[in-house]
């Protein structure tokens, strides 16, 4: 399992701030974010979108993204429809993620109206540069996915991309009620992965898009150092179900799942992460 | 062999319950692709093609300017007419959707 006390990637400054918190700091997990404000949308619109390699159970500290390998969206309208990917590249735009450690290189996109206006599923697709963590001397590449649909016409929301490493929805990622839980399979190149190892995170720092920021104040106070960052297993089938105690958006990262092994002459992690949005009934 | 008020009724209860559960709700969007035409999708919420169904585009007076179906691909454009006019996609009873023009971004 990987927990900060194996990544940790912080420096000085994070290491003074850990012996502040003591010797048993919490737990946190790297996650790659891709985020957009709305994922159930009544009709298409023009999209934000903002990339983030980040710990965002705890608003950072945040990393330096290289340039995606690849950014794209893969849309279908209605079950029996064709998937159609499209590329996404074009649009990304650097900006630096103001943190307390400094900054860190992210990106985010402008995405036209033009590209999302049609009925259906939206799958938007992140393939990371490797991230080499030096706190372990090894590179960690993380496969992202984040779903949007529009106006309730689903398509593609369950099937894969194929992704070396991959979660597969069994549940709607865009359309979860307080309280209720979400289901998926883990896969690597379409393979289920049995007994993965995943971590949970809630975004407990809203993203402020306009100062690339994180809020000063996080949404919600972790009771000890095991609930910043839930680790669970998947069964001998690959799949998980995790339960979703608050509004909001929850990530989950399937852990050194992907059958690439070696960057560089480093080891190589291939995990899959993929992002949900919850919200209250009422 | 001559069936029973009552096994026939029995028969009919065993066909409701095999009858698969319509839940779904019918789905059109529609947006102005700024050269003079408009394109209308249309769907299920549970996926289910659209392709065939019944679209109208109907002026202030339940007048028919239009009459088409959905193509293939659930689709269906026309000339934005010049007049006030709303859309009826009519997949049947209880499954009707009307968007008025101006609604159409």
């Not at chain 1, 927990?3 to 502040?20: C, D, E, K, M, N």
């Not at chain 1, 450690?101 to 490797?130: H, K, M």
């Not at chain 2, 300017?65 to 293939?72: F, H, P, R, S, T």
Request: proline letters at 5%; hydrophobic letters at 40%; glycine letters at 12%.
């Amino acid at each position: 399992m990987r927990t900060a006390a194996f990544r940790s990637v912080h420096g000085v400054l994070w290491a003074g701030l850990g012996i502040a918190l003591g010797a048993a700091g919490p737990a946190r997990a790297h996650f790659q974010v891709l985020y957009t404000a709305e994922t159930a949308l009544d009709s298409g619109r023009a999209m934000h979108v903002m990339m983030l390699f980040t710990h965002p159970g705890h608003g950072g500290p945040s990393m330096d993204m290289g340039q995606p390998e690849g950014f794209y969206v893969v849309s279908q309208r209605g079950e029996e429809a064709a998937p159609v990917k499209t590329d996404l590249m074009q649009y990304l735009e650097p900006v630096r993620w103001h943190a307390e450690q400094g900054q860190a290189q992210a990106y985010q996109a402008d995405l036209p109206r033009t590209l999302a206006r049609s009925l259906g599923d939206y799958v938007f697709v992140l393939e990371p540069a490797p991230f080499y963590e030096s706190g372990e001397d090894k590179y960690i590449q993380q496969f992202t996915k984040m779903l949007v649909n529009v106006g309730g016409v689903p398509g593609n929301w369950g099937a894969a991309v194929g992704l070396p490493a991959e979660i597969l929805p069994l549940d709607k990622p865009y359309a979860n009620w307080t309280g209720g839980v979400f289901r998926g399979v883990v896969v690597a190149s379409g393979r289920p992965v049995p007994n993965a190892e995943l971590e949970v995170e809630y975004l407990n720092y809203a993203l402020d898009l306009e100062g690339h920021r994180f809020a000063s104040e996080p949404e919600v106070q972790y009771p000890q150092g095991s609930f910043g960052t839930l680790s669970i297993k998947a069964n001998d089938r690959g799949e998980f179900v995790i339960g979703l105690a608050r509004a909001g958006w929850w990530g989950i990262c399937a852990l050194t799942v992907g059958t690439d092994t070696e960057h560089e002459g480093k080891p190589l992690s291939q995990d899959a992460v993929l992002w949900i949005q919850v919200k209250d009934m009422r | 062999m001559r069936k029973t008020l009552a096994q026939w009724a029995g028969l009919a209860a065993a066909l409701m319950l095999l009858t698969p559960a319509s839940a779904h709700s019918p789905i059109c969007n529609c947006y102005d692709n700024g050269d003079g035409t408009v394109t209308c999708e249309g769907g299920f919420s549970d996926g289910a093609s659209a392709a065939g169904v019944a679209i109208r585009v109907v002026d202030g007076e339940d007048r028919v300017l239009i009459d088409g179906k959905m193509d293939d691909s659930s689709s269906f454009s026309f000339t934005k007419p010049d007049q006030e006019f709303h859309i009826v996609f009519d997949a049947g009873q209880s499954h009707i959707v009307t968007i008025f023009g101006e609604d159409i971004e």
